[in-house]
């Protein structure tokens, strides 16, 4: 009984956030971008601390010489995959969300916003990633660092189609 109390009042209190939903997936595309360029040099720099230790094996070198190779294009590889999945969650959660039209201008305008903030975050990481430190391991991570420095036009694409998921549905029989 209680079940289909909560059931029926989740069902009813469902609103469509097409900025939060946005903001996700601008915060998780900026920060697992970082993590994986400060990943991949924390990676190298334990690297060179093993290859100049006398103690170890030249087999255990060699299989982290290996595995630092593999690293760039596994988890550039990884990073598309999280921004497809998140895009297709995001779009699938938006599109079975009854959201009343005239959210849809307050979204637009809201929308500005988090497309300016996904301009700054872009520059962050562009200027982050262009530091001495970082500019060699850029080149490694070609769909991260496109996709990190292009943040502006993907959240334009995902909020657009988040938009048009959300309220463009038909309704029929109302």
Not at 77 to 91: C, E, F, K, N, S
Not at 140 to 165: C, D, Q, R, W
């Amino acid at each position: 009984m209680r079940v289909s109390i909560l059931k029926s009042k989740l069902r009813n209190n469902k609103k469509g956030n097409m900025i939060l939903d946005g903001s996700l997936v601008l915060v998780v595309l900026f920060v697992f971008a970082l993590i994986l360029i400060y990943g991949f040099s924390l990676f190298n720099e334990i690297n060179d601390e093993m290859q100049s230790e006398e103690d170890l094996s030249d087999m255990s070198k060699d299989l982290m010489t290996e595995k630092v190779a593999e690293y760039p294009s596994l988890f550039d590889g990884l990073y598309a995959v999280v921004i497809i999945v998140l895009w297709a969650t995001v779009m699938i959660a938006s599109f079975f969300i009854d959201a009343h039209p005239i959210f849809w201008i307050f979204t637009v305008l809201l929308s500005i916003f988090l497309i300016i903030g996904a301009g700054m975050l872009s520059n962050i990481f562009e200027e982050t990633m262009t530091d001495v430190a970082f500019a060699s391991y850029t080149t490694s991570f070609p769909i991260t660092y496109y996709t990190a420095t292009h943040l502006v036009e993907f959240i334009i694409a995902i909020v657009l189609s988040i938009g048009l998921a959300l309220f463009g549905k038909w309704r029929f029989g109302q």
